[in-house]
């Protein structure tokens, strides 16, 4: 089957305002009302082959890049990001086989995941959260697994599990992984009941999975014994690749109702949108939700260019993403007033509401925002070097669209970064650029002031006495400022092609992230840079006016506007 297009997709699902649309709004909306799994709209997705574009080509899939993947995940994720978990919760375990199972092993998944079933991931405990070397789940050496996986993807489905548990005493080394299929096991052996219930993403299969004595097969262990931990660790960079595409769906929908509310609301003979305090909510939603856009598509561009550097690139991504589309709905609120909070009656309410309970969820699904920081905060000594040199040929091809990636290749991922962060390696001379813009040079020189610091930030954060907290404060800083990096590296690499709709080579949009990103590395309230977020308000309406995707190549939406 050859790969689907978002354009493609769009066209099969239809128009998702119309209400009579199986795929559309209101269906997913009334879904939500009574936690239902959205098997009609995933059914229609494996029919058009949606389930394939995670899958590498030998395996029978039609993955591509995943920035191809992130377009046209986020396109159906913008009707419901529902589709995330009914169709791709299998991408951590077919990561995992990838990274370090047996021919065999891969052979199986790929058939199971091929037909549009599903092999799970085991991975977490109610008792430990995110600190997995506490988890408890024991393989014996006899080959009998016991203890209980809780908040397990597709758990109740799944044809196939892939499990880590613990072999060993202490440290990673002390986890292994098995693939079990589940059918063959006895009921009283493997128990699966529902997973306590979301706010949001209401419906999806999560499982808690209970083993008890459960016999594992001669040839189930994947990999050597004590890699299990350090593969399910790689594969989740790949999954944060793809939450940030739910995100960044949700985000999408969630403007375009606060933009379609402000149009059509007037004040007197004023519209909303002319309104300059309604003006500066949306314009910083839409700062944004660009910035978001640009940070995503850098990164799932890296992941083929650079993969020893995404212990780290993956997680900050993926923390900027997350909170900045959770500040933008909250912006977009704000602007809905009453009509935000109305569970009937009003076009868009309800499903605004879904949108708020499903992003709170999207956010902190694969780690609590804590939880990510602290993963790669020990990490930035290394990466805030500034010794380090940047590979412009590398960045390059990053960061321009239409460049060809080399193949990705999942066994480049590591656990710990190496060598410097490439994108605020190569800030120096992205930042030569723009020298005589006006409109953005000021807010460069104060990214490139703000990058220089981040390595007398991270040594004083490791000096006896610090603060406990200021390293994960530095995490979060530099995720912020490798963010800015990124979007200044997207505008220099396209500088001939139209982004976000605008002029080749215009700086409305950059000047509006970067000033939207360096507030909140500052922490302080993005509404301050007002007149520099306007521009990225004019793009959004712009490109909602087109009936496009609020992305850098805007892709054409089934849609009646």
Known sequence: MSALTPEELEERLGDPADDANPYGFAAAVARDEVDAFPEQLCAELVRAGFHLNYLPKEW??????????????????????????????SIIAATCLQVHGSLEQQQRAAEILRGGGAV?????????????LGNEVRLSPDGVLSGEKWMVGLGLRCEAVYVVARTGDRGPGAFS???LETAGI?????????APRTGGMRGIDLATLRFHDTPVPAGALVGRQGTGLEAAVKAQQAVRLMSMAGSLGIADTAVRIAADFAADRRVGRTPLTASPWTRRELAVASAAL????????????????????????????????AEACDELIRRCGTVLATRSVLREGERGAALFQKLQRDSAVVRVIDASTLANLRSYAGQLPTLVDGRAEADPAAVKTVFTLDAVLPPYDPTRLDM????????LAGLPQAAALTDGLDEVAPLVAELAV?????????????????DPTALVDAAERYAWLHAAACCLHLWQANRDRSLYGAEPGATGWLGAALAYLLARADGVDPRRH????????????????????????????????
């Open 60 to 89: 029978g899939g039609a993955f591509e890049s995943f920035d191809r993947s992130l377009t046209l995940v986020r396109a159906a994720a913008r009707r419901d990001v529902n589709i995330m978990p009914g169709t791709m919760f």
């Open 120 to 132: 799970a991931f085991a991975l977490t405990e109610a008792g430990h959260g995110s600190d997995l």
């Open 177 to 179: 992984a098995v693939l």
């Open 186 to 194: 006895p009921r009283e052996k493997l128990e699966r009941v529902p």
């Open 290 to 321: 660009l910035a978001a856009d640009a940070v995503a598509l850098g990164a799932a561009r890296g992941v083929h260019v650079a993969p020893e550097a995404f212990s780290v690139w993956a997680l900050s991504a993926k923390h900027v993403v």
């Open 416 to 423: 710990f970064a190496r060598g410097a962060d490439p994108v």
């Open 450 to 466: 703000a990058a220089a610091g981040l390595g007398e930030l991270v040594r004083a954060a490791q000096q006896r006495g610090a």
């Open 530 to 561: 007002g007149d520099l977020l306007a521009p990225a308000l004019d793009a959004v309406l712009a490109l909602r006016d087109g009936g496009r995707l609020f992305t850098a190549l805007p892709v054409r939406l089934a849609t009646t506007r």
